[in-house]
């Protein structure tokens, strides 16, 4: 069987619809397998036309009605902060793509506030921090996520942790603001390092040949400061799920057939 680098594993697909479909199919029979027997799974999604193409595959499959969407959380890695309505918003994407399609508990969707709150920047952030904090656990202030969705820029960031920015090194923080973001929009509330790795699983979902490079050197453990896909590690597993285009640089004995 095919091993994956430093206990991180890489799944392609020929296509990103065919991509979205495998990545759908995990994500619902790992929620299934969470919430059989009544225990609660949180999530943490991602944004971008991946994260929704994902979602959309999962609202249509007909497996999803069997699932107990009262027992599962909703959160975001990242944000953008403008107005909950605007297209740019990553929340948005996915209700229109998942939660407005399934019965989940409005109260189990976890939104960073927006400017229309009236909160600032600053105040969005901590108060993202407090809503974690209410679902914390025994190690840390915010939940242990069943499955962390992460997209991957072609520069290698990841949530709104861009490379060689400070918010990517920070480690006494759940949630930080974000200002003159890389890439717009420019103010952002992103979660940090030690809240995505505490997940049990972190997923990786990628396309396309601009996201080779950073998938190479993602695996090849380059420094995190960097390469903040270099850094994205699930407490028990860590997959990259790419397509043929993104996995170009990949040598073929990291690719795991099995998963």
Known sequence: MPVSSAEKRVVVESTPAALAARVADRFLTRVRARTRNGRVAHIALTGGSMGGAVLRAAAGDPRSAAIDWSLVHFWWGDERFVPR?????????????????IPVPAENVHEVAGPETGLTLDESAAA????????GTDEHPWPSFAVC?????????IASLFPDREEVTVTDA???????????????????RPVLNSSKRVWLVLTGADKASALGLALAGASYTSVPAAGAKGRKRTVFFV?????????????????
């Open 85 to 101: 309505d605007d297209a740019d918003r990553n929340s948005l994407q996915s209700r229109q793509a998942l939660l407005d399609h």
């Open 128 to 135: 993202y921090a407090a809503e974690l904090a209410r679902f």
């Open 149 to 157: 969705f992460l997209g991957v820029g072609p520069d290698g960031h």
């Open 174 to 192: 759940a949630a930080l603001p974000v200002r003159d973001s890389p890439k717009p929009p420019p103010e952002r509330v992103t979660l940090t």
């Open 243 to 259: 397509d043929e285009a993104a996995a170009s640089e990949v040598s073929p004995d990291l690719i795991d057939q099995a998963y």
